[in-house]
Structure formats: C-alpha cells, structure tokens
C-alpha cells in the first residue's frame, strides 16, 4: 500500500509524510537531514524562527537527491507580516538556504491582536507571482482567519498547518480546511514527549497491526487525510515514521484513538485567538 501524494489547490504536490526540522541546526542538522532525503522523506519543514534555513539548503545540496523531487518548507515571522516586509523576508530565506525558489511559504502565526495578517497574504501572493515561492498557505489559522484572507483576497490557502494529535483532534477545524479546498498539516503528531504512544488504544493498535505506536499515530493522521511533520534526529526513528503505508486501521481502530481527544488538549498554550508569535 503506497502513501499518497496531496494535489494542492495551486496545483502543486506534497508527500503525505513530511519531516520536522525544528531544532535541528548547524552542520549535525544539515548531515541529519540529508540522511532523511537519502531514507525517502522528501518535504523538509522549516521556518524563519527555526534558525535553521542555511541547514535545510545545505541538506538539499549534500543529499543527493534532484531538487525538483524535494519540497522545502519555511514560515514567515509576525514580525515581518507589513507587506513591504514579505518580499524581502522571503528574499532574505532563499538567501539563507541557497535555494532558488522555495515550495510552500507559509504565515507562521496570525497574530490576531497585530490586524495585519491579510496584508502579509497579500504579499505572499505577490511573491508567488514572482516565483519566489511555488505555493503559499498559513500555520496555526482559525477558520474566521481562513475567511478573512479569502473575502480579502479570494485567494485561499494552498495548506494549513495546525497542532493535531490525538489528544486534540480537530474535528472542526480539519472539516472548515476541507470545505475551503485547504490541505490541513499536523505538527506535534506524536505528542511531543508525553505519554501519547504509551495510551492503552494506540498500543492495542500496534500491537494488532504489528507496528510501532508512532507508526500506528502517523497512520491514524494519514487515514484522516491528514499530512504529519513528525521531528526526529535519529535515523531508525525516522525510518521508522516514513514507513507507514503497509497496514490499514480499521474503523474500530480509528473510532479508539478518537476517543484520546480532550478540548483542552493542546501541548501548550497555543490557541490562535490569543497566542502570538513574532
């Protein structure tokens, strides 16, 4: 059973497995990320605030592995979100990469309090006209952001990228990204240290499948249509992550992982209404 690619609503594609690149810096990170292009990941995620740019081109470059197969993410910082500002941020991310265009560009956070989140999109347009970026979407955007965007514009976002595990599965906002023809994006997949792969319903699930619980949690987003980021510096665990396209859950196995969901259960104090990030 292969994984699926997504055909965004530009046109563009992405693999249905992507690989999280926070925190991995420096010479390690670009040597560890390299290594995941070379296992098979083929969507690096970054962004401005991950420090990490010039790592990721670096990656491309040592990999191997032809550009045009790899897509590079990065996300664009509230504190560059004037429009003046979302040319040159962007120029300044190739710059810092070495890459000639990047593949998604998204706005990292909306930033409600600031009111300048369509001015941002507007320049993201602006950029993609110019080739600077193949395809623009937002991070962490409430269906009211989404919207606001849209009716400003009439453009939508290619993608959206959101907290979405288990313990918070976004029912709402994943239905409110699918009628708006947007791709919805999970970072933090696999809990993030907590006790998400220890939950007596993923470990019944691997157990019956003969996989791991990440695998079981990575495929359990996939089967909701779903594109996961999980991060991980270690390469039997990357490997681990990319190879989730031989088994299928069942509905009773997806039905039992629903159940982990809670409404408070983001990771941290991460609502959109009211955190901001720049």
Same mark, same amino acid.
């Given at each position: 059973?292969?994984?699926?690619?997504? +055909?965004?609503?530009?046109?563009?594609?992405?693999?249905?497995?992507?690989?999280?690149?926070?925190?991995? /810096?420096?010479?390690?990170?670009?040597?560890?990320?390299? $290594?995941?292009?070379?296992?098979?990941?083929?969507?690096?995620?970054?962004?401005?605030?991950? @420090?990490? $740019?010039?790592?990721?081109?670096?990656?491309?470059?040592?990999?191997?592995?032809? /550009?045009?197969?790899?897509?590079?993410?990065?996300?664009?910082?509230?504190?560059?979100?004037?429009?003046?500002?979302?040319?040159?941020?962007? @120029? $300044?991310?190739?710059?810092?990469?070495?890459?000639?265009?990047?593949?998604?560009?998204?706005?990292?956070?909306?930033?409600?309090?600031?009111?300048?989140?369509?001015?941002?999109? @507007?320049?993201?347009?602006?950029?993609?006209?110019?080739?600077?970026?193949?395809?623009?979407?937002?991070?962490?955007?409430?269906?009211?952001?989404?919207?606001?965007?849209?009716?400003?514009?009439?453009?939508?976002?290619?993608?959206?990228?959101?907290?979405?595990?288990?313990?918070?599965?976004?029912?709402?906002?994943?239905?409110?990204?699918?009628?708006?023809?947007?791709?919805?994006?999970?970072?933090?997949?696999?809990?993030?240290?907590?006790?998400?792969?220890?939950?007596?319903?993923?470990?019944?699930?691997?157990?019956?499948?003969?996989? +791991?619980?990440?695998?079981?949690?990575?495929?359990?987003?996939?089967?909701?249509?779903?594109?996961?980021?999980?991060?991980?510096?270690?390469?039997? /665990?990357?490997?681990?992550?990319?190879?989730?396209?031989?088994?299928?859950?069942?509905?009773?196995?997806?039905?039992?992982?629903?159940?982990?969901?809670?409404?408070?259960?983001?990771?941290?104090?991460?609502?959109?209404? +009211?955190? @901001? $990030?720049?």
């Amino acid at each position: 059973m292969s994984l699926p690619h997504h +055909t965004l609503n530009d046109g563009t594609t992405l693999p249905a497995v992507g690989l999280g690149t926070y925190a991995l /810096r420096g010479i390690p990170g670009a040597e560890g990320m390299a $290594e995941a292009l070379r296992q098979g990941y083929r969507l690096l995620d970054s962004a401005v605030n991950y @420090e990490n $740019e010039g790592a990721v081109g670096k990656a491309v470059r040592m990999s191997g592995v032809p /550009r045009e197969e790899i897509r590079v993410t990065s996300k664009l910082p509230g504190r560059h979100h004037k429009k003046p500002n979302v040319t040159w941020a962007i @120029e $300044e991310s190739l710059l810092r990469s070495g890459l000639d265009y990047l593949d998604l560009y998204l706005i990292h956070w909306p930033n409600p309090s600031q009111q300048l989140f369509v001015e941002a999109w @507007e320049g993201m347009i602006e950029a993609r006209e110019r080739g600077l970026v193949r395809s623009i979407g937002v991070s962490n955007f409430l269906p009211e952001h989404l919207d606001q965007l849209i009716a400003r514009t009439g453009v939508a976002p290619s993608v959206n990228q959101v907290e979405l595990h288990p313990y918070f599965n976004q029912p709402e906002q994943r239905a409110a990204d699918r009628q708006r023809g947007i791709l919805t994006q999970a970072w933090t997949p696999i809990g993030k240290g907590t006790g998400l792969l220890a939950e007596p319903q993923v470990v019944a699930a691997a157990k019956k499948h003969n996989r +791991t619980p990440a695998q079981v949690v990575l495929r359990w987003h996939t089967q909701l249509g779903v594109l996961p980021i999980p991060k991980s510096a270690t390469p039997s /665990r990357r490997a681990e992550n990319l190879d989730i396209a031989g088994f299928q859950l069942d509905d009773a196995d997806m039905a039992s992982i629903d159940t982990l969901s809670r409404p408070d259960g983001r990771l941290f104090d991460g609502d959109p209404r +009211t955190h @901001e $990030e720049f």
